[in-house]
Every structure is written in structure tokens, then in C-alpha cells.
């Protein structure tokens, strides 16, 4: 039986400082608590649908903005943090694929809960830090609205 070792609460801890990229880390772990919970009580086939709709956007929306950030400041690490970016984009295109051929299971929302949990301890907790440290030092630490819409 699955247990909720993957759920991540939040923690200031966590936080890389920067008010946009926190709320956003946020929603990520809350729409991951979200599936663990449904996977939990055996619920899980919507939320899987769900989870990967919110992520596939999350990845789209979020790695874009943090790169448009990282380019328009001239972030030292930029090219390893994208590679990062690009090997999740994969995962997750991989998910996609894998639910829309054969759909959701207890076994797959585990999965996704273990890749994201796996993602969040190596790349958000330690990477994102480096970033936020840049920002905060370099003084942007306030949202850009040009960097922001991606409308």
C-alpha cells in the first residue's frame, strides 16, 4: 500500500526568496499533495488526468519564465539549469504519452508523486536556491511584468 512518504509540506526552508517562483513552488507541492492523497484513497485515475494537465502547464509556464529571467540577467548557471529543465520537460512528455496510451492506475499517480518528489529534493531545494541567491543579490528580486505574461 502507497503511504504519504512523498508529500513535501511547505517549509520557509524551501523558499528561494523570490515571492513569484515561492507561490508558484507551492502550488506545484499542493497539486502533488493533491494526487498522493487521491492515489491514497484509491481515487486516483482523475486526479492523474489532472495532475498531468497542471503539470504539463506548470512546466510549460513555469521553466519559461524562470529561463526568460535567467537570459534577460545573465545568469551564470543558465545553460546546466535549462538542461535540467529540458530532462524534466522529457519525463513529463513521457507521462503524458504513457497515460494516453494506457491510461491511469494506483501504480502510475505513484510514479508521477515519486519523479515530482524526486524533482523537488534535487532541483528545487538545491538548484532553484542558487537562482533565487542570484536574483536577490542582482536586486530582482520583484517580478518583472514583461518576463511574467506569457500570454
Known amino acids: 500500500m502507497p503511504s504519504n512518504a512523498y508529500i513535501i509540506k511547505w517549509d520557509p526552508e524551501l523558499s528561494v526568496g523570490i ?19 487521491a492515489v491514497l484513497a484509491r481515487e486516483s ?5 489532472e495532475t498531468l494537465h497542471f503539470l504539463i502547464d506548470y512546466v510549460r509556464t513555469h521553466f519559461a519564465t524562470e529561463e526568460r529571467y535567467m537570459s534577460k540577467y ?6 546546466a539549469h535549462k538542461a535540467k529543465h529540458d530532462e524534466f520537460r522529457t519525463k513529463m512528455r513521457t ?15 505513484m510514479a508521477i508523486e515519486k519523479e515530482i518528489w524526486e ?3 534535487n532541483h528545487v ?27
Open 119 to 121: 524533482w523537488y529534493k
Open 125 to 151: 531545494a538545491k538548484t532553484d536556491q542558487f537562482f533565487g541567491q542570484f536574483l536577490r543579490e542582482e536586486g530582482h528580486v520583484e517580478p518583472d511584468e514583461d518576463i511574467l505574461d506569457l500570454s
Open 74 to 79: 545573465n545568469y551564470p548557471g543558465f545553460g
Open 19 to 37: 515571492p513569484w517562483i515561492d507561490e508558484q513552488h507551492k502550488n506545484l507541492l499542493k497539486h502533488v499533495e493533491n494526487l498522493l492523497n
Open 95 to 109: 507521462f503524458a504519452g504513457h497515460y494516453a496510451s494506457k491510461g491511469g492506475s494506483e501504480e502510475f499517480g
Open 45 to 49: 485515475v482523475g486526479k492523474i488526468d
